[in-house]
């Protein structure tokens, strides 16, 4: 058996040419240098097989990526993504400075409610997407893995001298996600429950000071939650001490948000793909499309006017067979419309699904299309996402 | 019967001048839930080295060798139909094919079932 090709979360490495290391073929290339995160030994005494990602050996999966996915969508899963940067951004003028280089409102941003927003570059393309919540006068950031440090470098570059980045290196991000979530949280962190979708507040554990958020990248009711790292295994046992929790993978992580139609960076998202090629002009905020002024302004307000060239769309895959990340999309006549940017089998839906850019006139939900995979055709039909329907915690939604 | 391993975790069992050939315990733990399989049609004829089936699981799409030469006399529409036989009995129910062996020779160069064992260890 040989050959390997991979996906999946781990190939936000692969988008690097870092080789994934849980095949039995094994990897090639040097062994990258790789940090440890603050619960690695918890990870391995669950069972954790590590991986390097983002410069990290992180958990890919315990007892099973199917196992594990269908356990967060039922119950409640607990991910540690304490790869993700977590940063504080502040300094005089803030607010107006980050609207140099992203598109949302954030002079205008409410107190302790996450915005999804993206980090722009002149060209329009997109550095990377991240989650910004104002935190009285300061901003807290929640950026990728793999692509923190150039993150961090480019906003150094382009915010004005009196406005500052703290990398809070000290903080662990765990995410708690599934329909179960809340009622484990609210045991622990008494209030938990009180907080709607996208709405976030402080808290005191044990004498530690928490940071916690009602999201997540899963499409299920859940949390995110910054904890210092010295009280990470703590927290991450009194989560997990609930029957209704177990540890998840990044394995799963994957096949989730691939299910609630949610863009991986470096791999359905990079710096030549514009927020509105992506499907992410949600994020374009309004006074922000009338007055401009954020990095890339110019082509990104053209193309929400007239449209842009090619779209992300979400395609039901015919069949069993998985179609993966680089598998080209044709059009009736066979010729080349279009890319597969994120691809597998879906879990919940017992079958293969896949995003992936074509050309805008080819975007509309119920086109036929085909795709290409080492030389086999596969039936595609363009589809609505997200593939599986979200369960966020809206405010005057019944729970 | 005699059970032989390729390093490319193939296993292969020998009755008479048939082969069976299946993924080890090891591979499948390795590529986790297996999701998709397809097996070569009965006559199609293989030559050593060349891919013969497909396994895919959540995470990886695997092509399996033929490891020895010959003619295929069965593909297991049991694995096909259910994938995760391939988890659940690697070595057992979850054979891929069965082949006509050409030539018995090609079985020298294989490790037996100890040998192999040994040299997982080492991995």
Not at chain 1, 224 to 236: F, H, K, R
Not at chain 1, 313 to 322: F, M
Not at chain 2, 45 to 69: C, I, M, N, T
Request: no cysteine.
């Amino acid at each position: 058996m040989s050959r390997e090709v991979h996906n999946g979360p781990t190939d936000e490495t692969h988008a690097r040419g870092t080789p994934y290391s849980g095949d039995p073929a094994g990897g090639t290339g040097a062994p990258p240098s790789l940090d440890k995160l603050p619960l690695d030994s918890w990870h391995r005494d669950r069972g954790a097989r590590m991986v390097p990602f983002a410069g990290y050996e992180m958990p890919v999966q315990y007892e099973g990526i199917i196992a594990e996915h269908l356990w967060t969508r039922e119950n409640a899963g607990l991910f540690d993504v304490s790869h993700m940067g977590q940063l504080l951004v502040h300094g005089r003028g803030v607010d107006s400075a980050l609207e140099k280089l992203m598109p949302g409102d954030f002079q205008a941003a409410l107190d302790m409610k996450p915005k999804y927003s993206l980090l722009l570059g002149e060209d329009g393309g997109i550095v990377d997407d991240l989650m910004v919540t104002r935190r009285g006068e300061d901003f807290y950031i929640v950026v990728n893995g793999a692509t923190k440090q150039g993150d961090i470098a480019y906003m150094e570059r382009r915010l004005p001298g009196e406005v500052f980045i703290d990398y809070m290196k000290e903080q662990a991000l765990l995410a708690l996600q599934g329909p179960r979530a809340a009622d484990v949280l609210e045991t622990i962190l008494p209030g938990a429950n009180e907080l709607g979708f996208m709405q976030g507040r402080p808290f005191n554990w044990r004498g530690h000071n928490l940071w916690a958020s009602r999201s997540g990248y899963t499409g299920e009711d859940g949390f995110e939650i910054s904890v210092p790292a010295v009280a990470a295994a703590d927290l991450a046992n009194a989560i997990t001490a609930s029957a209704l929790v177990k540890p998840i993978g990044l394995g799963a992580r994957d096949s989730l948000r691939l299910e609630a139609g949610l863009p991986l960076y470096g791999h359905d998202l990079d710096d030549k793909t514009t927020p509105v090629m992506a499907g992410l002009t949600f994020a374009i905020n309004k006074r922000r499309r009338i007055d401009g002024g954020f990095a890339g302004a110019l082509r990104i307000l053209a193309e929400i006017e007239k449209g842009p060239i090619e779209r992300r769309v979400g395609l039901e895959v015919e069949g069993r067979q998985p179609v993966r990340e680089g598998a080209l999309v044709l059009d009736g006549e066979g010729n080349e419309v279009g890319r597969i940017t994120s691809g597998g089998f879906s879990p919940s839906l017992q079958r293969p699904i896949a995003m992936g850019y074509v050309a805008a006139s080819l975007a509309e939900n119920g086109t036929a299309l085909k795709l290409e995979q080492r030389g086999k055709l596969f039936d595609a039909r363009v589809t609505p996402m997200p593939f599986v329907p979200h369960r966020y915690h809206r405010k005057g939604a019944s729970a | 019967m005699s059970l032989y391993f390729t390093k490319e975790h193939e296993w292969i069992r020998i009755d008479g001048d048939t082969a069976t050939i299946g993924i080890s315990d090891h591979a499948q733990e390795q590529l986790g839930d297996i999701v998709f399989a397809e097996v070569p049609e009965p006559g199609k004829r293989l030559s050593k080295g060349q891919e013969a089936a497909v396994v895919e699981s959540v995470k990886a799409a695997s092509d399996v060798y033929a490891p020895v030469s010959g003619e295929v006399v069965e593909g297991n529409s049991k694995v096909t139909g259910d994938p995760s036989l391939v988890n659940s009995d690697p070595e057992g129910e979850g054979w891929f094919f069965k082949l006509k062996l050409d030539n018995p020779g090609e079985l020298d160069g294989l490790m037996e079932e100890a040998a192999y064992r040994e040299w997982l260890g080492s991995l």
